[in-house]
């Protein structure tokens, strides 16, 4: 027997043809994917551990400061890796981009005119531990405006990258926050499946809320699971 | 036992290059990958794979991000999934988006792969994220140079005859060493081979 991982749920995963989204018009694949059977190529991937990771990489609110703090909301933001399974997934690198408070990117080609801040990178990683479990500290990020139409503008959000333990688990995704009356304006969001679009929403948890500190919100991935196959 | 459902993808946008590639595009973060995926002096012969994005208009993406994973020059990953380990301190891993080339090219400096398993050809595989993509498409690139395993391998033969070469880079003679090129045609014509692994 070897282990190789159950097929991507298409049900659960926006189509590449978005055409609300404008930019998926010229940039989405056109043509059918065709199949692979898994090999070595696919069940195995890079491996990236704690051993990778800078002291503060996980805490936003202190690793790109210049002599003061970030401004805005501090939050909590933890939650499980998991398989499809429920299996805990450990050892497991996560990689976080965002814009800062006031909606605004780090990154040169946004020039969207809201403040930048000093104190504020937005980038920031993790590894999962044994129970597969990660946390990062940051600051809310704002909406920002964007130009896919009219007043178009992007619900708060992190963008998250993870490599689970296989090339065919490559996860990059958005984490939204709760009761954002922009989500249903949000062409990226909404080109999810209906049942499946709160999967993209952390939850308030106060018991993830550090007291005069911060507030916490829980959100879990969900990767795809091991299955046995028989060798040939 | 009921399935938890599976996370959905959502875009990397446009914005990822100080967190994912920092070090490429001049941010103060360290990066834990580049397109340089040879450290110290690791066996196997050096290439350097390099190519643009193109969209369905044809016009260059510049800002795509391509990551590659690859076996070492015996064909064994570094990874506990490879009975055979690589040992030689290859971590087979590269990642670069197409912001910082004047080109809008993609470059890794690598070292051939070996055949994996015997019957597949030596290949790299990658994966394409961009603004514009919900969700990361993956190819695969073969080399010119290696026709007659190209010929027995067996996801090169589940693709049609005339789309096979959409995955398969031209070698070029430099006198650095061998360059070999492929562009990642997301649309039109000669739209690359995007694989369901
Ligand atoms: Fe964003």
């Known amino acids: 027997m070897t282990e190789t991982y159950a097929p991507r749920d298409w049900s659960s995963q926006p189509p590449y043809l978005h055409p609300d989204y404008k930019s998926t018009v010229l940039r989405a694949p056109t043509k059918p994917l065709i199949p692979i059977r898994q090999s070595l190529s696919e069940i195995t991937g890079p491996v990236y551990g704690h051993e990778s990771l800078g002291k503060l990489d996980a805490d936003l609110t202190r690793n790109a400061i210049k002599g003061g703090e970030p401004i805005g909301e501090r939050i909590v933001v933890t939650g499980r890796v998991l398989d499809e399974n429920g299996r805990p997934q450990p050892n497991m690198l996560i990689e976080i981009w965002q814009a800062n408070a006031a909606g605004r990117y780090v990154h040169v080609v946004d020039q969207h005119p809201a403040p930048l801040d000093p104190n504020f990178l937005g980038g920031g990683r993790c590894v999962t531990d044994s129970e597969g479990r990660y946390k990062f500290t940051t600051i809310k990020p704002g909406a920002y405006p964007w130009g896919n139409h009219e007043n178009a503008w992007r619900p708060a959000h992190i963008h998250f990258s993870l490599f689970g333990p296989s090339l065919s688990t490559r996860l990059v995704t958005q984490m939204y926050f709760p009761g954002d009356p922009l989500l249903a304006f949000d062409p990226i969001y909404m080109g999810t499946p209906a049942d499946c679009r709160e999967l993209l929403i952390s939850r308030f948890m106060l018991e993830h809320t550090q007291p005069s500190f911060a507030l916490g919100y829980e959100f879990d991935f969900v990767l795809r699971g091991r299955r046995q196959t028989p060798v040939e | ?197």
């Open chain 2, 1 to 197: 036992m009921s399935k938890l459902r599976q996370t959905p993808s959502q875009t990397v946008g446009p914005f990822f290059a100080y967190a994912l590639t920092p070090e490429q595009y001049g941010y103060d973060f360290t990066s834990i990958a580049g397109g340089s995926l040879i450290e110290g002096d690791v066996p196997g012969q050096r290439i350097r794979i390099e190519g643009r994005v193109l969209d369905g208009k044809g016009e260059v993406v510049p800002d795509a991000m391509i990551e590659i994973w690859q076996a070492d020059g015996e064909g064994r990953y570094a990874h506990s999934a490879d009975p055979r380990g690589s040992n030689v301190g290859f971590r087979g891993f590269g990642r670069m988006g197409t912001g910082t080339d004047p080109q809008s090219r993609f470059i890794f400096d690598t070292i051939k792969p070996g055949s994996v398993d015997g019957a597949q050809a030596p290949h790299i595989n990658v994966v394409v994220f961009m603004r514009g993509l919900l969700l990361h498409a993956f190819t695969r690139i073969y080399f010119s140079d290696e026709a007659a395993a190209n010929a027995r391998d067996p996801v090169l033969a589940s693709v049609p005859t005339e789309r096979r070469n959409t995955l398969i880079a031209v070698r070029d003679e430099k006198s650095a060493g061998a360059v070999y090129r492929l562009d990642i045609h997301m649309q039109g014509p000669n739209e690359t081979v995007f694989f369901d692994v």
